[in-house]
């Protein structure tokens, strides 16, 4: 498995793909490095991890998605860690993400650090749980 930053030439495959980002942010988050391609080892595209961020300074997990094939294989937890690593090497010391309480990627993310930090609701959905991990 590979990890690496979003190319230009990656749009089409976001796009297609990635139903929760409006088009047109796709090609300015590549520009900004906020989107990372996950290939295996036959270098095809499996997945893709996109973030922002949060208050313009926490960096914000937005969306982390790995083909079915391939989930159940600790590759989302190695997309993760890399992305942590990443931050830390910018000098961030705090991440966040969030999930829906009817999600199993709750635990995924406890497992992984990350703690309850608050939620967030909106009308006709489901409760939003915000997390935060400290880098160290």
Same mark, same amino acid.
């Given at each position: 498995?590979?990890?690496r930053?979003?190319?230009?030439s990656?749009y089409?495959?976001?796009r297609?793909?990635?139903h929760?980002i409006?088009?047109s942010l796709?090609l300015p988050?590549i520009r900004?490095?906020?989107?990372y391609?996950?290939?295996?080892?036959e270098?095809?595209?499996?997945?893709?991890?996109?973030?922002?961020?949060?208050? &313009?300074?926490?960096?914000f997990m937005?969306?982390?998605?790995? &083909?079915e094939?391939?989930?159940?294989?600790?590759?989302?937890?190695?997309?993760?860690?890399y992305?942590?690593?990443? +931050?830390?090497k910018?000098?961030?010391?705090l991440? +966040?993400?969030?999930t829906?309480?009817n999600?199993?990627?709750?635990?995924f993310?406890r497992?992984?650090?990350?703690?309850?930090a608050?939620c967030?609701l909106?009308?006709?959905?489901?409760?939003e749980?915000?997390?935060?991990k400290k880098?160290v």
């Amino acid at each position: 498995m590979k990890i690496r930053t979003a190319a230009e030439s990656d749009y089409e495959y976001i796009r297609d793909r990635d139903h929760h980002i409006l088009h047109s942010l796709i090609l300015p988050k590549i520009r900004e490095k906020e989107i990372y391609i996950i290939r295996n080892e036959e270098d095809m595209n499996i997945g893709w991890m996109r973030y922002g961020y949060f208050w &313009d300074n926490v960096p914000f997990m937005n969306m982390i998605w790995v &083909d079915e094939p391939y989930r159940g294989k600790g590759i989302g937890k190695q997309v993760v860690l890399y992305w942590e690593g990443e +931050m830390q090497k910018k000098g961030l010391t705090l991440v +966040m993400t969030s999930t829906l309480a009817n999600e199993k990627a709750q635990h995924f993310y406890r497992k992984l650090g990350y703690q309850d930090a608050g939620c967030l609701l909106i009308e006709k959905e489901p409760l939003e749980i915000i997390l935060t991990k400290k880098l160290v």
